[in-house]
C-alpha cells in the first residue's frame, strides 16, 4: 500500500507560502478544497499541488481532516489564471484563491445544490394535533403545514413571507421542529427564462465587428469595441454570445456596476431562453451560493456579473466580454487583493484560449496604446443605432452669465425650450447631497467631520450632516455652534439641485438618480421606469447615470461643476474627466430627435475642454498619450504604491520612510515620496504613500518580489496597516 501524498495547501492568511499535510484515502486533486487543522483552530484551504514528500520532519506533519469536494472548485484553467494573479499582484495565493469564491464557499458550503428541509418531531406532530401552541397563531399554522410531511425552506417562505422562520426557530427550541440540507436537482427558479426575442438587423459597422470577433470563436484574440454611446455595442456583445451559445459555448459578461445596469441585464434575458447566472455584492450570500453553483454545474450558459465575477466558473467557456472596459470600478480599490478585472480578463481569456472584447465609448489610454502596439484589434462604430447625428455641444462661459441655484441662464433657458418642444433633459452634477458645505453666516465656521480632513455634507431631507468619506452623521444645527449665528447651507448637490428645478419649472415632474435615493433592490429599476416612461421629465443624476442607461427621450444634457479634475495632481484625473463629459453627453439624442449638450465652466479656454469640442475623445486621447510619454507616466511605465494608515501621521510616514531607505541603491526602479494622502485623515486614521515606478514592467516585479518580504520586519510596520498597489488607479 503506497504512502498518502503529501499535500500542499493554500490557507486565507496573510502569509506567503503553502502548507504541508498529509492526505487521506481517496482521489484528491489540485483545486479541491480540504478542512486541514492550522494551529488550534480548523482552516479551509485549496488543495495547489500533491507531492511524495516534504520538508517537514514527519512526526510534524499533520493529516488533513476532510476533503470537501468530489472535483476541483477551480478547474485547471482558473487556478493558473489565481496563480499568476497572486504572483502579479504579490498577495498571498491563500487570500487570493478566497478572494475568488463566494463567502459561503469559503465556510465549507457543498458545491452540490442544496434545499434546507423542514419536518415536525414527534413531540411536535402531538403538539400539533392538540392545537398547540394556543396564543401563537404563525407557529401553529406552520406546524400544521409540517403536518403532512416535510417542506422546503423555499416553500414555507413562499406561503409564509420572511416570518416564517423566526417561528420556526422558536419551534426548534422547543424541540418541535427539525431541519437539514440535503441535495437537490436545482436551485429553484424565481420564473423560467422568457422566449427570446428576434434580432434587429445590424449596421454595417455592428455587422463588420460581429463578424471579426465570431471568426475569432475558438482562439485568443483581444478586441477593442470602440463605438459612440448608442452605436449598439451591445447588440454586437448579443451577437457574439448567440454564436459561443450555438457552438454549445458559455459567455462570460462583466459589467462596471451591476445595480447601474439593469438594462444590460434585461437585454440579454430577453434575446437567450437559457439559464443565467447573475453575480454581484448586492446578493445575499445563500443567492450568490446558488447563482455559483449553477455556473459551476453548467447549468448557467451566461455568466454575467460585476468585477469579481471574472473569477466565476463558466462550463466550456467560449468568449468574455467587458462592458465600459475603460470604468474604474474594475479595479480593486480597498482592502487586500487589489485586482484589475479588465486585465484578468484578458488573461483568463488567453489561457483559455478564447477572445475576449472590451468595450467603450471613452477607452482607457492603457487599452488605446494596445491597440497602437498591436496587441488589442480596434472595431469601431461612429454612427448611432438610431440616431445618425452626434449631439451638438456647447461651453456656458459661467464669468460671462448670469447664475443661481447651479444653473447659468442660458441652461435654464434651454431646458424651457426643450421641455416646451416635449424632450426631457437630463442635468448631471457629481456630487449628491443637498450642498457640500454648511457655513456660519458670521464667524466663518464650516462643519467639519471630527475623522477625517473633509467637511460634512448637508443632507436637508435626512436633517443631517453626513462625511461622505467615512460615514459619519451628525444633526443638522440650526445656529453656529461657536457663536450662535445663523448658518446656511453652501454650494450645490442633487438634492439642492432637485429643489432649484422644482422652483424653476414648477408641476413638470423630476426624478433623481444619486446613491441616496437609490438605496434598495429595485429603486434604481423603478427611477429608470419613470424616466423611460415620461413620468419624469427632468432627469437628476450623479455618475450614475452615465452608465448604460438608454434614455430615448432625452435631448438636452446639461453638466454641471465640469471643472473638477482640471488641476488636479492625480495624472489620470483628466482622463476620467473627459471619459465622464462623452458618457454623459451622450445620453443626449440617441432617439429620433437631434440632442445638444451645455456644459458650464468657469474656464472655457481649457485646452481639454475645447480640444473634446473640436476633436472628440480620439483627439483628447491622442494628445493624453503624448503627455503621458513625454512625462514617463503609465503606459510609458509601471507603477505600484505602497499605502499605510496609522494612528498618527508621524507613524505613517515613518513606515513608508524605513521602507524606502531599504531600496537605496536600487537600480531600475524610481521611489517617490513618501507622502501624505491628498486626504491625509480619513476615518481616524492617517494615510501616507510611497510610489515605485520603473520603465519596465519586468523591473517593477523583480524589484517587489525582493523589496516587499523585508518590509514585514520593518520596526515602523507593527504600528500601521499597509497594502500593495499594482497599477494603481488613483494615486490618493
Not at 207 to 220: C, N, P, V, Y
Not at 603 to 620: I, N, Q, V
Request: charged share 20%; net charge positive.
Amino acid at each position: 500500500m503506497s504512502p498518502a501524498p503529501v499535500l500542499r495547501v493554500a490557507l486565507p492568511t496573510p502569509l506567503r507560502q503553502l502548507f504541508d499535510y498529509r492526505g487521506t484515502a481517496g482521489r484528491i486533486e489540485p483545486g479541491m478544497r480540504v478542512r486541514v487543522p492550522f494551529g488550534r483552530q480548523r482552516a479551509i484551504g485549496v488543495v495547489m499541488s500533491t507531492a511524495a514528500t516534504s520538508d517537514l520532519p514527519e512526526e510534524k506533519l499533520k493529516t488533513v481532516l476532510e476533503t470537501l469536494d468530489e472535483r476541483p472548485v477551480f478547474d485547471k484553467g482558473l487556478l493558473e489564471l489565481l496563480q499568476w494573479a497572486a504572483g502579479y499582484y504579490h498577495h498571498p495565493i491563500g487570500e487570493v484563491l478566497a478572494a475568488a469564491l463566494p463567502k459561503a464557499l469559503r465556510l465549507g458550503a457543498s458545491l452540490a445544490a442544496q434545499e434546507e428541509r423542514w419536518w415536525l418531531t414527534p413531540a411536535g406532530r402531538a403538539a400539533c394535533t392538540q392545537g398547540e401552541p394556543r396564543r401563537a397563531p404563525r407557529q401553529r399554522e406552520l406546524l400544521a403545514a409540517l403536518l403532512a410531511g416535510a417542506r422546503a425552506s423555499h416553500e414555507l417562505r413562499a406561503q409564509f413571507g420572511a416570518s416564517w422562520r423566526a417561528a420556526a426557530r422558536l419551534l426548534g427550541e422547543r424541540g418541535w421542529l427539525a431541519s437539514a440540507l440535503s441535495p437537490c436537482a436545482a436551485p429553484p427558479r424565481a420564473e423560467p427564462p422568457p422566449s427570446p426575442r428576434s434580432a434587429p438587423p445590424l449596421n454595417e459597422e455592428q455587422q463588420a465587428a460581429a463578424e471579426r470577433i465570431r471568426a475569432s470563436l475558438g482562439r485568443f484574440g483581444a478586441f477593442l469595441l470602440q463605438g459612440v454611446t448608442g452605436s449598439g455595442k451591445t447588440e454586437v456583445y448579443l451577437r457574439v454570445a448567440e454564436q459561443a451559445l450555438a457552438q454549445g459555448r458559455g459567455a462570460l459578461v462583466l459589467v462596471p456596476e451591476i445595480g447601474l445596469t439593469p438594462q444590460l441585464v434585461g437585454r440579454f434575458r430577453e434575446r437567450f431562453a437559457v439559464p443565467m447566472a447573475v453575480l454581484h455584492s448586492g446578493l445575499t450570500d445563500q443567492e450568490r451560493l446558488l447563482a455559483w453553483r449553477e455556473a459551476y454545474a453548467g447549468g448557467a450558459r451566461i455568466v454575467l456579473g460585476t468585477r469579481s465575477a471574472v473569477f466565476a466558473p463558466v462550463a466550456n467557456l467560449g468568449v468574455i466580454m467587458v462592458d465600459e472596459e475603460h470604468d474604474a470600478s474594475y479595479k480593486q480599490q480597498d482592502g487586500g487583493f487589489r485586482y484589475s478585472a479588465r486585465d484578468l480578463a484578458v488573461m483568463r481569456a488567453r489561457g483559455a484560449e478564447v477572445p475576449v472584447v472590451l468595450g467603450s465609448a471613452t477607452p482607457a489610454i492603457e487599452t488605446l496604446h494596445n491597440v497602437a502596439a498591436g496587441r488589442y484589434t480596434r472595431l469601431t462604430l461612429t454612427r448611432r443605432a438610431v440616431q445618425a447625428a452626434p449631439p451638438r455641444l456647447a461651453l456656458i462661459d459661467l464669468r460671462a452669465h448670469a447664475h443661481a441655484g447651479g444653473l447659468a441662464t442660458p441652461a435654464v433657458q434651454a431646458i424651457e425650450r426643450h421641455l416646451g418642444a416635449g424632450g426631457q433633459t437630463l442635468v448631471f452634477l457629481n456630487r449628491r447631497g443637498y450642498a457640500p458645505t454648511l457655513a456660519c453666516t458670521a464667524c466663518g465656521w464650516v462643519a467639519p467631520c471630527r475623522d477625517c480632513d473633509a467637511r460634512l455634507t448637508v443632507h436637508l431631507g435626512a436633517h443631517a450632516l453626513r462625511c461622505h468619506h467615512c460615514g459619519a452623521q451628525a444633526p443638522l444645527p440650526q445656529r453656529c455652534p461657536q457663536c450662535g449665528f445663523a448658518v446656511k447651507p453652501v454650494g450645490q448637490g442633487t438634492e439642492r439641485l432637485e429643489e432649484t428645478l422644482g422652483e424653476l419649472f414648477p408641476g413638470v415632474p423630476c426624478v433623481r438618480l444619486d446613491r441616496d435615493v437609490v438605496r434598495r433592490r429595485g429603486d434604481l429599476e423603478a427611477a429608470v421606469r419613470r424616466i423611460a416612461s415620461g413620468e419624469g421629465r427632468i432627469l437628476v443624476g450623479t455618475q450614475m447615470v452615465t452608465k448604460g442607461h438608454d434614455f430615448p427621450n432625452v435631448t438636452l444634457v446639461v453638466v454641471l461643476n465640469a471643472d473638477q479634475g482640471l488641476f488636479s495632481t492625480d495624472f489620470r484625473a483628466p482622463e476620467r474627466l473627459a471619459q465622464t463629459i462623452v458618457q454623459v453627453a451622450g445620453r443626449a439624442g440617441r432617439g429620433t430627435r437631434p440632442g445638444e449638450v451645455l456644459i458650464q465652466t468657469e474656464f472655457p479656454d481649457h485646452p481639454l475642454l475645447t480640444g473634446l469640442l473640436s476633436e472628440g475623445y480620439e483627439g483628447f486621447a491622442r494628445t493624453a498619450l503624448t503627455e503621458r510619454r513625454q512625462a514617463g507616466w503609465p503606459p510609458f511605465s509601471r507603477l505600484a504604491a505602497v499605502r499605510d494608515s496609522a494612528r498618527t501621521a508621524e507613524a505613517a510616514l515613518q513606515f513608508l520612510t524605513e521602507a524606502r531607505a531599504l531600496a537605496q541603491g536600487t537600480r531600475g526602479v524610481r521611489l517617490l515620496g513618501p507622502v501624505p494622502a491628498a486626504m491625509a485623515k480619513r476615518a481616524g486614521r492617517y494615510h501616507a504613500q510611497l510610489l515605485i515606478e520603473s520603465p519596465e514592467r519586468g523591473g517593477l516585479h523583480r524589484f517587489l518580489e525582493a523589496w516587499l518580504p523585508q518590509l514585514h520586519g520593518l520596526p515602523g510596520a507593527r504600528h500601521v496597516r499597509w497594502a500593495l498597489d499594482v497599477d494603481p488607479m488613483e494615486l490618493f
